[in-house]
Nanobody, 120 residues
Framework: QLVESGGGLVQTGGSLRLSCTASGSILNSNAVGWHRQAPGKGREWVASLTTSGRIDYQDFVKGRFTISRDNAKNVVYLQMNSLKPEDTGVYYC????????????????WGQGTQVTVSS
């Protein structure tokens, strides 16, 4: 099981850093992705990081968000800068054995989510 933290309320233009932690080697041995779900909308992929270091971002967060991994601490981060009201939502961490199945609800490991609210 994964555990997200770091969400909160921030003003437009502000920053937050989300953390995803897990027991054992789940994060170190799997691809990890961050997803979000805005109110009334479906869950969407935001960013992902593979064990080989490949990083991908959704277009709407490129240049603003950074995904990273600290293997020593067994944590995956999502640094979010220049936040906008449309970034509001519940952010989920997800780990799977392949980046191609990240986001599949019945595959891999998921956290319970952390709420991010960006006020205008």
């Amino acid at each position: 099981q994964l555990v997200e933290s770091g969400g909160g309320l921030v003003q437009t233009g502000g920053s937050l850093r989300l953390s995803c932690t897990a027991s054992g080697s789940i994060l170190n041995s799997n691809a990890v992705g961050w997803h979000r779900q805005a109110p009334g909308k479906g869950r969407e992929w935001v960013a992902s990081l593979t064990t080989s270091g490949r990083i991908d971002y959704q277009d709407f967060v490129k240049g603003r968000f950074t995904i990273s991994r600290d293997n020593a601490k067994n944590v995956v981060y999502l640094q979010m800068n220049s936040l906008k009201p449309e970034d509001t939502g519940v952010y989920y961490c997800n780990a799977a054995d392949s980046r191609f199945v990240l986001g599949e609800p019945d595959l891999g490991f998921w956290g319970q989510g952390t709420q991010v609210t960006v006020s205008s």
